[in-house]
């Protein structure tokens, strides 16, 4: 099966500096890959994917970016802020054929915003 | 986007009761809902696939004698922790996709404590 490793599991940084968050993954049939932000005790939401045709993806002060050679793929969140800081997951599945798989998940990491 | 509704929200039992957990997808039909558990400061883990009208997929290691699934509609999945042990307390949370693929909505979680 599919196995996603993420680091680093806790990343500070001072507010308005970057935050870069890398995860692999295992199965090079993989073709979509989401990044949840998690709040203490909330439901993980997306905040960005990206599917296996695309190198880079970029939303405002957020960015991911692929590479499927090297199996892996990176968050980049820009000019963080205070309320950017949560438990980041990346997470890995296969989609196609008419159903939907279930997500692999990296470990976490828990981004802290130093004011 | 779209909405996934779990209930209750939290619940707390006593050793050897069973206890249900419903999923509901509020304004689409998913044919495949997911559930994972995710123990405190982890990640989320897939435990089983539920399928509409069939027998739910369990990962390796997830008993499917003791966490029963039912996906009896397509807008209804229920997990059953059955003869629930303080070693099962965990946020058990759910997940379905309106498309059956692509982005993944996640119910509000359900946190387990079993005394």
């Known amino acids: 099966g599919e196995n996603v490793e993420q680091h680093p599991s806790t990343l500070s940084v001072q507010e308005g500096d970057s935050a870069v968050i890398k995860c692999t993954y295992s199965?090079?049939?993989?073709?979509?890959f989401p990044w949840y932000k998690q709040e203490l005790g909330k439901r993980p939401q997306l905040i960005i994917d990206i599917r296996s045709n695309v190198g880079e993806k970029k939303d405002q002060r957020i960015a991911v970016t692929l590479n499927k050679t090297a199996k892996h793929f990176s968050l980049h969140i820009t000019e963080t802020q205070p309320e950017d800081s949560a438990v980041y997951f990346c997470?890995?599945?296969?989609?196609?054929?008419?159903?939907?798989?279930?997500?692999?998940f990296g470990k976490g990491t828990h981004l802290i915003i130093q004011p | 986007g779209a909405v996934v509704s779990q209930h209750p929200s939290w619940v707390i039992c006593k050793s050897g009761t069973s206890v249900k957990i419903e999923c509901r997808s509020l304004d689409f039909q998913a044919t495949t809902m997911f559930w994972y558990r995710q123990f405190p400061k982890q990640s989320l883990m897939l435990m089983a696939t539920s399928n509409e009208g069939s027998k739910a997929t369990y990962e390796q290691g997830v008993e499917k004698d003791k966490f029963l699934i039912n996906h009896a509609s397509l807008t209804l999945s229920t997990l059953t922790v059955t003869s629930a042990h303080p070693e099962d307390s965990s946020f058990y949370i759910c997940?379905?996709?309106?498309?059956?693929?692509?982005?993944?909505?996640f119910g509000e979680g359900s946190r387990l404590t079993v005394l």
């Open positions: 997940s379905a996709s309106p498309s059956g693929g692509g982005e993944l909505f």
């Open positions: 199965d090079s049939a993989s073709n979509y």
């Open positions: 997470a890995a599945s296969i989609l196609g054929g008419g159903g939907a798989d279930g997500l692999t």
